[in-house]
C-alpha cells in the first residue's frame, strides 16, 4: 500500500503531502523525522514528517521524500504538540514556528543535492584535568607543596584547588572539567609540563547516578518555608506556582534546591531569564553546584554551538540544566520535570519582532505540562496576570519578603524636585537634597553614579519663533552633541554641524533644551570648581581667625 507523508516546511505554509518511496516504510521513516524534500523546481528544503498515512492527495504528480538527515527524529510527540499549541494560539502556520524554533544549520536549504548537506552530529569534547599518576598519594601531594610553596605559590593554589574539589563534579574517570578551575592557561600548561597535572580532551556527558547529591546553598528560615510550600503546591495538583520575592531575597537560591532535587531522580530541567547579560553571570553560579550539567542556550552563541547543542540534548538520558533565554523553551528536553521562569514579569519574554509572537512565559507552562513537570514562575514584581492567576488559587503562591543573609535594603530618598525650585534650593539641574547626599558619599571616601537617560547635551535645539530641527529620515528632533559640535539623530545616526543661526526667522535665538549626559557632566564639574573655590575661602578665613571654626562657617554657608 502507498504511503503519504504531511511534510512541514519552514515556510509560512500548510504542510504539503509527499510520497514515501517503497523500501523507506516502516521504521526507516517516522513522525518527527527531519527529511530532505524537493519544493518547487529547484528549491530543496528540510521538512519534518508531522503526519504518515495511505490517503492519496488530490494531485496529478507527488513528488517523494528524500533521504532522512539524522538517526532519530528531532522532534518527539510533545514537542510537536507544543508546536501545534503555538500555531493555534498565536495564529500561524506550524512552518512559521519551525523557522524561529530550530536553529538554522539544523534545516538548511539548498537548489541542488550538492549544495544540500545536513549538520552531522559531533559530539563537543572540552578539557578535563586530573592529577598525574605520580602525585595522586594525597600525603605525597601535601609534601610537594610544602616543598615548593614559596618558590611557587601560584601552583600550590591550583593543586590544592584540585586536592579540594567535589567529587560530585568529576566526570567518571575522576577529572575536573576545566572550565571549573580557577587558573590561566599558562599555569595549568606549566603544571602539566611539569608533570604534576594531565589534561585530556574528552565528549561532554552527564554522568547518571541515581545516587548523586549535590551541595546546595544552606536555607534560611523564610526561604525552607517557600520550598516547602512549593513541594506542598506541586503535591496539591498545582502544576504553576508563583514566587514573589524582594530583590535580594534570594531566589536563586530555592531554585537551586529545587533543581537539586529534579537533576537527582534524572530528570531535565529548564531555567529560563529575561536577558541574555544575566545568563554568564548565572550560569557561573550554577555550575559551582551542578558542573558538567550546566547547558548555556541563547541567541547570541554561533549558529554551530547551537546545532550541536541541540543534536546533543536529542541524545541525552537526562539530568541536563538548561540555562538560557526564551529560544531554549525548543529545546529537545525529553526528560523535562521543572521548568523556572525568573522574572517572570519581563517583556523580554515576549517575541515582538517576527512570528510567531509568543509570550515565553505562557509557552513556559504549557511545555512544562506537556511533560507532566511543574513551572516556578519567580519575581520581585509579578506581572498582573500571574498575580490574577495566582489570587484565584489557579496558581500556587508563596511570599519572601526579607532579604537574604545580612544584606541591608538600599535606601531610597525621595526629592521633590517643584518644591525645591520654590524655595530656591535648586542649583542647575541639582537640588539641595542631592547635593548634600553626593557630598557626603564623598566625604565617607565612597564614589558615586548619576543616571541620565539622555546622551549629549541636550535632546532638541529650539529658536524663539518655535522651529526645532528634525531628522529627515526619522522626523524625531535632533539630540546637540556639545564636544563634537554636532546634532544627531539617535534613531538612524544622521548628523550635522551644529546652526548658528535659525533657517526659518535667521536669527540666531537657538537654545539647547533639556539636558543630557554631557550637561550633566558640565554642571557637575562647574559645581565641583565652585565648591573648590568655597573650600579655599573657608580655610583662609580660619586661618586669619575672621572665623573662628569650621562649624561656624558651615552655618553661614550650609552647602559645605
Not at 309 to 337: K, W
Request: aromatic share 8%; charged share 25%; glycine share 6%.
Amino acid at each position: 500500500m502507498p504511503l503519504f507523508a504531511d511534510i512541514v516546511l519552514p515556510l509560512a505554509q500548510p504542510a504539503y503531502s509527499f510520497s514515501v518511496p517503497e523500501g523507506a516504510e516502516g521504521d526507516a521513516v517516522r513522525v518527527g523525522d527531519a527529511v530532505a524534500v524537493q519544493f518547487g523546481p529547484r528549491n530543496i528544503y528540510t521538512g519534518i514528517v508531522w503526519r504518515l498515512h495511505d490517503e492519496r492527495p488530490n494531485a496529478k504528480r507527488i513528488k517523494s521524500i528524500g533521504r532522512r538527515l539524522y538517526d532519530r527524529p528531532l522532534l518527539d510527540e510533545k514537542q510537536m504538540r507544543l508546536w501545534e499549541w503555538m500555531a493555534e494560539y498565536y495564529m500561524c502556520t506550524l512552518g512559521e514556528v519551525m523557522r524561529m524554533a530550530l536553529p538554522s544549520l539544523i534545516k538548511p536549504q539548498g537548489t541542488s543535492a550538492e549544495e544540500f548537506s545536513a549538520e552531522e552530529f559531533r559530539p563537543r569534547t572540552e578539557a578535563y584535568v586530573a592529577l598525574a599518576e605520580a602525585w595522586r598519594d594525597e600525603e605525597k601531594l601535601k609534601e610537594e607543596l610544602d616543598r615548593i610553596r614559596r618558590r611557587a605559590p601560584r601552583r600550590v593554589e591550583i593543586l590544592e584547588q584540585i586536592l579540594s574539589f567535589d567529587k560530585q563534579k568529576l566526570n567518571a574517570e575522576g577529572e575536573i572539567p576545566r572550565r571549573l578551575l580557577v587558573c590561566d592557561s599558562s599555569q595549568l600548561s606549566a603544571l602539566r609540563k611539569s608533570g604534576y597535572v594531565v589534561v585530556n580532551q574528552r565528549e561532554r556527558a552527564v554522568e547518571q547516578n541515581e545516587n548523586i547529591s549535590f551541595i546546595t546553598p544552606s536555607l534560611t528560615p523564610a526561604q525552607q518555608r517557600v520550598v516547602e510550600e512549593i513541594r506542598a503546591s506541586q503535591s496539591s495538583g498545582k502544576a504553576v506556582h508563583l514566587l514573589r520575592g524582594i530583590t535580594g531575597s534570594g531566589k536563586t537560591e530555592i531554585y537551586m534546591t529545587l533543581i537539586a532535587e529534579v537533576l537527582a531522580r534524572g530528570g531535565d530541567v529548564l531555567l529560563l531569564v529575561p536577558e541574555i547579560a544575566l545568563t554568564a553571570q548565572l550560569i557561573e553560579r550554577m555550575e559551582r553546584v551542578f558542573g558538567s550539567r550546566v547547558t548555556a542556550y541563547h541567541s547570541k552563541l554561533t549558529n554551530l554551538r547551537r546545532t550541536e547543542t541541540y543534536l546533543r540534548l536529542m541524545h541525552s538520558g537526562g539530568g541536563e540544566l538548561v540555562v538560557g533565554a526564551r529560544s531554549a523553551l525548543f529545546l529537545p528536553l525529553r526528560h523535562l520535570q521543572l521548568v523556572v521562569v525568573d522574572e517572570e514579569h519581563d517583556s523580554s519574554y515576549k517575541q515582538s519582532d517576527t512570528t510567531p509572537r509568543y509570550q515565553g512565559r505562557d509557552t513556559a507552562i504549557v511545555l512544562a505540562s506537556l511533560y507532566g513537570g511543574h513551572t516556578v514562575l519567580g519575581s520581585a514584581t509579578p506581572s498582573l496576570e500571574s498575580y490574577a492567576n495566582a489570587q484565584w488559587e489557579k496558581y500556587g503562591y508563596s511570599e519572601l519578603l526579607e532579604r537574604y543573609g545580612a544584606a541591608t535594603p538600599p535606601r531610597i530618598i525621595i526629592s521633590d524636585t517643584m518644591r525645591s525650585v520654590k524655595r530656591g534650593e535648586r542649583r542647575t539641574h541639582f537640588n539641595q537634597v542631592l547635593l548634600n547626599s553626593i557630598g557626603e558619599a564623598l566625604e565617607r571616601g565612597e564614589q558615586t553614579m548619576l543616571f541620565q537617560n539622555r546622551r549629549g547635551f541636550s535632546p532638541f535645539v529650539q529658536c524663539s519663533c518655535g522651529w526645532t530641527l528634525r531628522c529627515p529620515h526619522c522626523n524625531v528632533t535632533l539630540s546637540r552633541h556639545l564636544k563634537s559640535s554636532t546634532l544627531r539623530c539617535h534613531y538612524c545616526g544622521y548628523s550635522v554641524k551644529e546652526l548658528q543661526y535659525c533657517p526659518d526667522c535667521k536669527t540666531s535665538q537657538l537654545e539647547a533644551k533639556g539636558f543630557g549626559t554631557e550637561k550633566v557632566e558640565e554642571e557637575i564639574a562647574a559645581l565641583d570648581a565652585s565648591y573648590a573655590h568655597l573650600c579655599k575661602m573657608r580655610d583662609e578665613l580660619v586661618t586669619l581667625g575672621i572665623v573662628p571654626a569650621i562649624e561656624e562657617w558651615s552655618k553661614i554657608n550650609p552647602n559645605l
